[in-house]
């Protein structure tokens, strides 16, 4: 064997092997959801025009600075198993950690969509207004005929409106344990 295909077939095996060892960490990197977008807005789905995208994040800024709620919104093209529930589950985790908020999502690929509410929210809050916050926007997210889109709009100023209802002092509250 000569010299120079000794050489070859050494660089070729490490070059995979590296490559193999290292693909399961750029899978796992990929796979994990992104930082939380500062326009409260991800939209990898490609639903929303230019417009729309301001609009809607623009809303959602209002609600963040009005009610101290984060309401995010994240599209995507493709969506693993779990679902476009599994991955607003995900997004709460990820995105609001101890901080009160919501997060819907929209899988575009297949038309699934998921919101969940944040633990902080739920300990903030009675139940049963978070669970009616969370029905209401699922039902809008559902709608049959209408764009996704619109939906994801409407559900989006649904939550913002319930959140701004919440925050005012009228609202009984529970007390932090």
């Known amino acids: 064997m000569s010299r120079a295909r000794f050489h070859s077939i050494v660089g070729r095996t490490i070059f995979g092997l590296g ?3 290292g693909l399961p960490e750029m899978m796992g990197a990929a796979a994990g959801p992104p930082p939380a ?3 409260f807005v991800q939209d990898d789905g490609r639903l929303f025009d230019k417009a729309a995208l301001e609009k809607l994040s623009r809303l959602l800024l209002e609600t963040h600075d009005n009610c101290a709620v984060s309401v995010y919104v994240a599209t995507s093209f493709y969506l693993d198993a779990g679902g476009a529930r599994n991955h607003a589950q995900q997004l709460v985790a990820r995105w609001l950690k101890d901080k009160p908020g919501v997060v819907l999502t929209c899988n575009r690929g297949d038309g699934q969509t998921g919101v969940a ?3 902080e929210l739920w300990r903030r809050h009675p139940a049963d207004v978070i669970a009616r916050i969370l029905s209401d926007a699922g039902r809008i997210l559902g709608q049959r005929g209408v764009s996704p889109e619109l939906r994801i ?3 989006a ?3 913002a409106m319930s959140s701004k209802a919440v925050s005012k002092p009228w609202m009984p509250f529970r007390k932090a344990p």
């Open 153 to 155: 709009e409407q559900a």
């Open 117 to 119: 509410a944040s633990p």
């Open 37 to 39: 977008p500062a326009s």
């Open 157 to 159: 100023a649904r939550v």
């Open 19 to 21: 490559f193999f060892i």
